[in-house]
């Protein structure tokens, strides 16, 4: 079992719409969750941090962290096309090693 | 403030052969991670340098290998290359104590063995 699972897509949604993206881990240590986005030929640049449980909002950005459930969640409001990309989620254990999921590939149709 | 700065941007190797990789951080970084990253994958740790040492490592054969300088940047070389090494590598750069844990990361090297 993979320590972090990530829906690959890809999605494709219309401008405007609310994108809802997800991973789950099977490591109970994770204390710290992440979001990258990675535009393609790019590195990942971090969006959104989280240290345990709770919400966390950044503009239209809000990222969900449920450790009961091993389930993080990003919520994209009011996409714009300018948001294609790909979305990876990332966790980082005690020891300040990273772990990242397989990327979902978002296209925002204008 | 310059970020992270990787070279080469391509290169194509083959089979058998030994490739460097290079890395520098950013500014005010002391320490630097090397990810491999698959086309449809995320990021895989290779392994971490702090102080000049690997601090710490990933799922990666000793084919894998690499430096940390006094001036932080830092190298990757990989030894007998196979096909299946073809992939973007990542260098990330962070702060030790950081607590955000924020990696910074280059634009990578992307590497096909032939």
């Known amino acids: 079992q993979k320590e972090v699972e990530q829906d690959p897509g890809p999605l494709s949604v219309p401008e405007g719409a609310i994108v809802s993206l997800n991973c789950t881990y099977s490591n109970s240590a994770f204390q710290y969750f992440m979001w990258y986005r990675q535009y393609s030929r790019k590195g990942p640049e971090l969006l959104m941090y989280t240290y345990s449980s709770g919400n966390k909002e950044d503009g239209r950005f809000t990222a969900q962290v449920d450790k009961s459930s091993k389930y993080i969640s990003l919520f994209i409001r009011d996409s714009q096309p300018s948001d294609s990309a790909t979305y990876l989620c990332a966790m980082k254990d005690n020891f300040n090693k990273f772990y990242f999921g397989s990327g979902t590939k978002l296209n925002v149709k204008p | 403030d310059a970020g992270v700065t990787q070279s080469p941007t391509h290169l194509i190797k083959t089979r058998g052969q030994q490739v460097t990789l290079r890395c520098s951080p950013k500014?005010?970084?002391?320490?630097v991670s090397w990810y491999q990253q698959a086309l449809g994958q995320g990021p895989q740790f290779i392994f971490q340098y702090y102080e000049e040492e690997e601090r710490q490592r990933g799922n990666f054969p000793d084919r894998f290998s690499g430096h940390q300088f006094p001036n932080y940047s830092s190298e990757l070389n990989v030894n007998a290359l196979l096909l299946g090494d073809s992939a973007l590598y990542l260098c990330?750069?962070?702060?030790?104590?950081?607590?955000?844990?924020?990696?910074?990361f280059g634009e990578g090297s992307r590497l096909t063995v032939l």
């Open positions: 500014s005010g970084h002391d320490t």
């Open positions: 990330a750069s962070s702060l030790v104590g950081a607590n955000t844990g924020e990696l910074f």
